[in-house]
């Protein structure tokens, strides 16, 4: 039997569960204008494959939580991922949607059933309670939940027990983190629903700019990339960050941004030959749907890969695709293990399949397998 090796940034779990939460609801602050020794240690390092703990590690924690962003650099991410939504007060915080009814216990707080509404979300009617009606305050009295519990019950365990962070607070963990481990944990945010936001008279992009410049963060050896799914905030952040920015693509559709504007291209225009030259202008990566990288053929197994990632590599790009899971729901049909959408399949033959098609790195909700699956192929 061939003996896997571990590499080093692989930390065994070790932490009660009463510990996390400890480390939650009591994050440590660290100085936030200049990089940490472990920071200054690793400056201008960089990883040959590059493993993002989506939303943390959510095939364990409820996403988005101080206790998934620590279980996921436990297991060896290079970079924990907080989205980011704001609040009333303008702080910027962790949450997938900007809608939170499905992420944390806001309907059980009946002083809150007032501000249950419905609002367009990118031209979609979304009802729901959304952090911009909030004060950071009244956020921090909610606690998060498990966002799928039909596919994740084993994480409904933990609903109830860990508050909304901020981003500050994502950045401070991950510098506490950064200085138990010995190993730099770097941070990836996006910023979701920009011109939602812009709309709303919120802007994200002057907050995420100052949080990362009061950080010491805002410069080239960093371990920091910044992602949205629109372009035109990516390039005015190309003008104002120094760190690398990341374009996200869907398989269908167009950035919202492109539709306000009456701009016809689509996210396929986008992962052309051509559009991927532009976006080289202002990003240096690229973070595609994985299927833009291999589709599905007729039987949902995965087909022959596109040009995307040659195409990306030429233009002077990484390629990050999202989201690797382990349940069959979110598996080519190749790679299930049996006919139960919330049992687990074989993540570890769809990573190996990916990295086969040359990508630089991957988006993943079980940052364990994907380190382990490094660890067999070196």
């Known amino acids: 039997m061939k003996r896997t090796v571990l590499p080093r940034r692989f930390v065994p779990v070790v932490a009660s569960v009463a510990a996390v939460a400890a480390g ?6 660290v100085p936030a204008t200049t990089p940490s020794t472990v920071e200054a240690q690793y400056a201008g390092k960089h990883d040959d494959f590059v493993i993002v703990g989506h939303r943390g590690a959510s ?12 279980l996921a650099a436990r297991m060896g991410a290079d970079y924990i991922e907080p989205d980011l939504v704001t609040t009333k007060d303008h702080v910027l915080v962790a949450r997938h949607e900007p809608e939170i009814g499905g992420t944390t216990d806001v309907a059980a707080h009946p002083e809150f059933t007032g501000r249950k509404k419905t609002k367009l979300l990118d031209g979609v009617a979304v009802t729901g309670w959304f952090t911009e009606d909030f004060t950071l305050a009244e956020l921090k009295t909610l606690r998060a939940k498990e966002r799928i519990p039909a596919v994740r019950q084993h994480n409904t365990v ?22 138990e481990l010995g190993r730099p944990i770097g941070i990836y945010p996006e910023t979701k629903h ?10 994200l992009e002057p907050e995420l700019v100052k949080t990362l410049t009061r950080n010491g963060l805002n410069r080239p050896d960093a371990k920091v ?22 374009q996200l693509t869907s398989s269908a559709g167009a950035p919202y941004d492109f539709v306000v504007s009456g701009d016809k291209r ?3 225009d986008i ?31 995965l087909g022959k890969p596109t040009s995307l990632v040659a195409d990306a590599h030429r233009a002077g790009l990484v390629v990050h695709p999202y989201t690797f899971r382990v349940e069959n729901n979110f598996l080519p049909a190749d790679f299930d293990s049996d006919a139960v959408p919330s049992d687990s399949g074989n993540l570890f033959g769809e990573i190996a399949a990916y990295r086969k098609a040359g990508i630089d790195g991957l988006f993943t909700d079980n940052t364990d397998i994907a380190v382990a699956e490094e660890a067999e192929a070196k």
Request: hydrophobic share 40%.
């Open 266 to 268: 689509t996210y396929a």
């Open 24 to 29: 939650v609801l009591i994050p440590q602050a």
């Open 59 to 70: 095939g364990y924690r409820p996403e988005h939580t101080l206790a998934s962003y620590e």
């Open 194 to 203: 920009p011109t939602y936001f812009q709309q709303q008279g919120l802007a």
């Open 158 to 179: 933990f609903d109830g027990h860990y508050q909304i962070p901020t981003f500050q607070e994502v950045i401070d963990f991950s510098r506490r983190l950064s200085r």
């Open 271 to 301: 992962v052309s030959a051509a559009g991927l030259r532009d976006v080289a202008t202002y990003a240096s990566g690229l973070g595609p749907s994985k299927d833009q990288v291999i589709p599905l053929d007729a039987t949902g197994k």
């Open 225 to 246: 990339f910044v992602q949205s799914f629109e372009v035109s905030n990516l390039k005015a952040l190309h003008t104002q960050l120094r760190v690398p920015l990341v």
